[in-house]
């Protein structure tokens, strides 16, 4: 990857870092200071100026080639989750045995496209190309490329284009990790009466009464969802925005005691600092690409309400 081509400016610095195994992007501009590991092209930390993170990334975090950083906003394409509880259409797609959690880009090398600057905020652009002759779990002509957008807030756009000559059906995620105070005192809200399938309970459709509150494992895929999602955290008095664009769905998960002791990269205490919420199209929220087309699942992270 030759960065040359991507030098700090009187606005923006960049810096190339490597940790461990793998080549991290830094990003920092008057706003706010990022993180990117150029493998998935996976954010890992994003922190306002004068601000607390507003991303978690875990103590235990490894950076070695192919595997997954836990923590940060991992890319889950092009499906969610394990392809087996995907639609028919989407496991359609896919190709061969004992295929990989959360699609096949988030251990991938995406190349960086672009850095480039806006009134307020620096955008780094990555990319990744599939292609049918060579792509064997998934073999289809497509682009993903996401967008970061370091500002105030943090915006992150995923857009695949169907490079090939018959449609494509995807589900996706932007797998985003948050930090809590401790997870007993936090409540989402905005997914009131939001229908939602169980993945603990036999996958049973339920539907969500009051805000979402936390005692046990949790592991959830709501539907139908509002844009705007907020963490509550009641103990330091402070929330997590996530305004959503095209994308219907999302998930709420923490691995509570039992599961976080069977997690990779995790320490056993980690599941009361930490819930994911996860901007998705998944479920019967899929999204169908004719040859040609483009979508753009957006997720802008604040911490203050959207306008
Ligand atoms: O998004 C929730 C989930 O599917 C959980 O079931 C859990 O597996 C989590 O993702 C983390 O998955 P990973 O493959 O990153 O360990």
């Known amino acids: ?22 080549p991290l992007l830094r990003i920092g501009n008057a ?14 930390e994003f922190t306002p100026k004068g601000q607390r993170p507003l991303i978690w990334l875990s103590e235990n975090a490894e950076f070695k080639r192919g595997q997954s950083i836990r923590g940060g906003i991992p890319v889950c394409w ?43 905020a620096t955008r780094v652009t990555l990319s990744y190309a ?6 064997t779990e998934w073999p289809h002509d497509a682009t993903v490329r996401l967008t970061i957008s370091v ?12 490079e090939g000559r018959a449609p494509l059906a995807i589900t996706q995620a932007l797998h985003s990790y948050f930090p809590v ?12 009466q939001a229908r939602y399938i169980d993945a603990l309970d036999n996958w049973r459709e339920c539907i969500q009464t009051g805000a ?19 963490l509550l955290d009641r103990n330091e008095q402070h929330s997590i925005f996530l305004r959503a664009h095209n994308s219907a769905s999302a998930i709420v998960w923490n691995p509570w005691i039992d ?5 990779s990269q995790f320490a056993p205490d980690a599941w009361q600092r930490m819930l994911c919420i996860e901007t998705a199209n998944a479920l019967t929220d899929c999204v169908v690409l004719a040859p040609g087309a483009e979508h753009t699942l957006t997720v802008e992270i604040s911490g203050h309400c959207p306008t």
């Open 181 to 192: 105070s401790d997870i007993h005192a936090l409540e989402v809200r905005g997914l009131e």
């Open 78 to 120: 092009p499906w969610f989750g394990a392809i087996e509880r995907n639609p028919e259409s989407v496991r359609h797609m896919a190709s061969g045995e004992n295929l990989p959690a959360h699609g096949i880009v988030r251990n991938a090398n995406w190349i960086l496209e672009a850095i480039s600057e806006q009134t307020d």
């Open 212 to 230: 979402v509150q936390f005692c046990g494992e949790t592991d959830r895929i709501y539907l139908d969802v509002p844009p705007i999602i907020e």
């Open 31 to 44: 706003h706010a200071e990022t993180l990117i590991a150029l493998q998935g092209a996976q954010l890992i």
């Open 259 to 263: 599961k976080a002791k069977r997690l």
């Open 151 to 162: 500002g105030k807030t943090l915006r992150l756009e995923l857009s695949t284009r169907n």
């Open 130 to 135: 599939t292609m049918a002759t060579t792509q």
């Open 1 to 22: 990857m030759n960065l040359q081509a991507f030098s700090s400016t009187p606005l923006t610095t960049v810096a190339l870092e490597q940790r461990d195994e793998l």
